[in-house]
């Protein structure tokens, strides 16, 4: 593990296959790789060397946008030269979110922990006490109070694939994810596979009632006026995680109604 690294990735609760479509839709290229009762999910490239974010805001980024509309929680994690950090995103709920710099200092929401175990199904005293812990200053620096809270997560059913691990660089982490069992590479392959895999992802998750009829409509219009704003404020910020964030929510948006009309002639 090197300190002066530079990494991150996603991890979603939900198996691959519930993961793959929304995860298309982000048109960026990522490693999909089960972890468990996880996914795992890393950057094939370094976007955040393009523009003015850090990993860590690009990957929230990612996480928030996959994490709209799912019935499973996504967590990111980022690490960079000591410190580090996560966010977790479930649904449309408020993100909680801590991080920890290089001499081990915290940072975050008062209740990001306790917000954690409730979403994840932890125990609301024994891990929660676990977790709590890693809020108390200390000589450990990010990095290893992030390698804390991975393992208090395999209680949850995580367990990464061999050199997944925080702390490690992007391109080590990248080449683990390659060779990882089950492993497969996830990138934009035009509009035609992204109606199918959103098709795949409304009727597949919590909101399949609603991919016809007026509530359909309403919704897809909505995420259409929370997109287009969205996506121009990422452009001006050069911000390729909220950027993707925009375009997923206004292909969702423009899909689901374009599919209630497609339905409703049929």
């Keep these: 593990m090197s300190r002066s690294a530079t990494g991150g990735m996603l991890l979603c609760r939900a198996e691959p296959r519930a993961v793959r479509p929304p995860a298309h839709l982000l048109r960026v290229r990522l490693l999909l ?3 468990g009762e996880w996914t795992a999910l890393v950057p094939e490239d370094k976007p955040w060397l393009k523009g003015e974010e850090t990993v860590a805001e690009t990957l929230s980024g990612w996480g928030s946008a996959l994490a709209i509309g799912a019935h499973w929680p996504v967590l990111s994690l980022g690490w960079d030269g000591g410190r580090a950090g996560f966010a977790l995103f479930s649904g449309f ?6 991080a920890w710099d290089a001499a081990g200092r ?30 108390r200053p ?41 060779v990882a069992p089950g492993a497969e590479a996830v990138q934009w392959s ?6 199918r895999a959103e098709l ?6 919590p909101l399949g009632p609603w991919v016809r009829g007026p509530k359909a409509r309403l919704l897809g219009a909505a995420q259409v006026a929370a997109g287009a704003p969205l996506l121009a404020w990422a452009a001006r910020r050069r911000s390729p995680g909220w950027a993707a964030a925009g375009a997923l929510l206004m292909a969702q948006g423009g899909l689901s109604i374009a599919h209630d009309r497609v339905r409703a002639r049929r």
């Excluded at 306790?114 to 024994?126: H, K, Q, T």
């Excluded at 809270?149 to 702390?167: D, E, N, Q, V, Y």
């Design 93 to 98: 709920r408020r993100t909680a979110s801590y």
């Design 200 to 205: 795949d992802a409304v009727e597949g998750g």
């Design 106 to 135: 915290p940072s975050g929401e008062p209740d990001a922990m306790r917000a954690l175990a409730a979403r994840l199904g932890l125990d609301p005293v024994l891990d929660l006490e676990d977790l709590e812990r890693l809020t």
């Design 138 to 178: 200390g000589v450990e620096d990010g990095e290893t109070r992030l390698l804390r809270l991975i393992a208090l997560l395999t209680r949850a059913g995580l367990a990464l694939p061999p050199g997944l691990s925080p702390g490690e660089p992007a391109d080590r982490l990248r080449a683990s994810a390659r």
């Design 33 to 35: 790789a089960p972890a």
């Design 190 to 195: 035009g509009w035609r596979d992204a109606v």
